[in-house]
Structures are given as structure tokens and as C-alpha cells.
């Protein structure tokens, strides 16, 4: 959960140096996206089954994963570098990983 509101952080900065004429375009999907990540993680714990954690660990999965093409987008817009793309890329593989470890542990 703690990787997973890191990226929260880093995107909102990183989304802040955006050109403002995509405050309600890409900005706001970035954002959106990545609050989804921890959110579907909290809300998977918060249920009764393991079930439902799977579920929505699951769907935090596709959330990283928009972002992923979220975040490659930004960087064929030039809205970031490759270093800020491959930052933001290295905390998305360490998040699945950490999620398929936890699939994994709940089998």
C-alpha cells in the first residue's frame, strides 16, 4: 500500500509541470488513475473474502496499467522526460510485483 501512494505523490507532481490546457485532460486521467491504485487495494482489504481482495487487487492491476499508456502518452507529448517516464515505469513494476506477491500468498 505504501508503493502504491508513493506513485500518488510522484504523478501529482510530475502532472503539476503539465501544460495547463490539459488540466482537465490528461492531468485529470493520470490522477484519477493513480488515486484508483490504492483505493482498490484499501477498499480489497476492507471486505470479507479473499474473493474480493483478488478482485480488487485486480482491478488496481488495470488502473497501473492505463497508467502505464497514460504515462506513455505524456512522454510522446514531451510533457515528461525519459528519465521521469522510466522513474514512474520502475514504480509500476515494483507495485505489480508486490500485488502478484500478494495474489500469490492469498492461493
Do not use: H
Not at 508503493?3 to 510522484?10: A, L, R, Y
Not at 488540466?23 to 488513475?33: L, N
Not at 522513474?87 to 510485483?97: A, D, G, P, S, Y
Request: charged share 30%; hydrophobic share 40%; net charge neutral.
Amino acid at each position: 500500500m505504501e508503493k502504491s501512494i508513493e506513485i500518488v505523490t510522484e504523478v501529482y507532481r510530475v502532472t503539476a509541470r503539465f501544460p495547463k490546457e490539459e488540466q482537465f485532460g490528461i492531468i485529470s486521467q493520470m490522477r484519477r488513475v493513480v488515486v484508483s491504485v490504492p483505493s482498490n487495494i484499501a477498499e480489497g482489504f476492507g471486505r470479507k473474502s479473499t474473493g474480493e481482495l483478488k478482485q480488487f487487487l485486480g482491478i488496481a492491476k488495470g488502473s497501473l496499467s492505463e497508467l502505464e499508456t497514460l504515462i506513455i502518452i505524456s512522454e510522446n507529448l514531451k510533457y515528461i522526460d525519459k528519465e521521469t517516464r522510466d522513474k514512474l515505469e520502475n514504480m509500476i513494476t515494483e507495485i505489480f510485483r508486490i500485488i502478484g506477491g500478494l495474489n500469490r500468498s492469498l492461493s
